[in-house]
């Protein structure tokens, strides 16, 4: 069974970064698309970052020129490198993928999730 392992998470001032990891496991396939999402409190979860299997990226406008979605060097590893953050960037992030590889445009989410990582911009 695909389980999805969050981390990486802090708080940072504004401007700062941080790098999220998703570790998946309990698959053959190791390079299952990924995605980030986000939710903040009273908010409800929204899309940020998306890698397919076949490494295509796409990203919301917001985060565009900040964000960064890249597989690792580990097995099924994929980050969220995140520069110049804004106060507006505080949730909790979650990392998202479908059980088998994915090839075409990021259509999810899919039915796996991790468990979530905080993040907190303030200063």
């Known amino acids: 069974q695909l389980q999805l392992v969050d981390s990486g998470g802090g708080s940072v001032q504004p401007g700062g970064s941080l790098r999220l990891s998703c570790t998946a496991s309990?698959?053959?396939?190791?390079?299952?698309?990924r995605g980030w999402y986000r939710q903040a409190p009273g908010q409800q979860r929204e899309f940020v970052a998306g890698i397919t299997s076949g490494g295509g990226t796409t990203y919301r406008d917001s985060v565009k020129g900040r964000f960064t979605i890249s597989r690792g060097s580990a097995v099924n590893t994929v980050y969220l490198q995140m520069n110049n953050l804004k106060p507006e960037d505080t949730a909790v992030y979650y990392c998202?993928?479908?059980?088998?590889?994915?090839?075409?445009?990021?259509?999810?989410?899919?039915?796996?999730w991790g468990q979530g990582t905080q993040v907190t911009v303030s200063s």
């Open positions: 998202n993928a479908p059980k088998v590889p994915s090839y075409g445009s990021w259509v999810g989410p899919y039915e796996n």
């Open positions: 309990g698959t053959t396939f190791t390079n299952l698309a």
